[in-house]
């Protein structure tokens, strides 16, 4: 029998949890509330209270995997000097990224972007700007004094967004690039922001 309170309290933690477990082993096109439903031993309307649609609960997800991006980020900026600042958040960015493919497949899914919310939207703002910030300490500092600092972010966040699908994306697999470390992946980013790696 299936029991609409859900015993364990957190229907909205669970269904979640397991719809991230779904995601990494089978893809998006696999997702469903019914599915999760009869997983967790609920019925199938016990999650409409949480996630009306299927992109609400991508969206949930994109929420909460931004939030731990970006917690992860902030956590590893620790260094002295903002470029180096920059160099830690790019590496915390792609090993989120290796840590949390599903979360990282959804925050490139369309549908999840044509819907994101507000609240996403402003995140992923101040995160940008925290970039910013760092990219003008950097300059401050001396380094790439003379370039423009919005080209500067484009190119820190396409090189940091692109190891990152690179070293998830399933079709980059067969070329072995997905096998990277963090020694490789820090000389990658150094060819950009130059200097040596931070300790």
Do not use: C
Not at 68 to 90: C, I, N
Not at 138 to 159: C, K, T
């Amino acid at each position: 029998m299936q029991d609409d309170s859900y015993h364990h309290g957190n229907l909205r933690g669970e269904l979640l949890k397991h719809a991230v477990e779904v995601l990494s082993s089978e893809g998006v096109e696999a997702l469903s509330l019914r599915a999760l439903a009869r997983k967790i031993g609920v019925s199938h309307s016990a999650p409409l209270r949480h996630f009306a649609t299927k992109i609400d609960l991508l969206r949930a997800l994109a929420d909460e995997g931004v939030t731990l991006l970006v917690q992860k980020a902030q956590q590893a900026a620790t260094a002295v000097l903002a470029r180096e600042r920059l160099f830690q958040m790019a590496v915390a960015y792609i090993e989120w990224a290796q840590e949390n493919p599903a979360f990282h497949l959804v925050l490139r899914n369309p549908e999840v972007l044509r819907h994101r919310s507000e609240d996403l939207n402003d995140r992923l703002k101040k995160f940008a700007d925290l970039q910013r910030n760092e990219i003008a300490l950097a300059q401050a500092e001396g380094w790439r004094s003379s370039d423009d600092p919005e080209v500067l972010l484009l190119h820190l966040m396409s090189l940091t967004a692109g190891t990152a699908i690179i070293a998830t994306e399933p079709s980059y697999d067969p070329s072995g690039v997905q096998n990277m470390n963090r020694a490789s992946i820090a000389a990658s980013l150094t060819l950009f922001l130059g200097g040596p790696p931070p300790v």
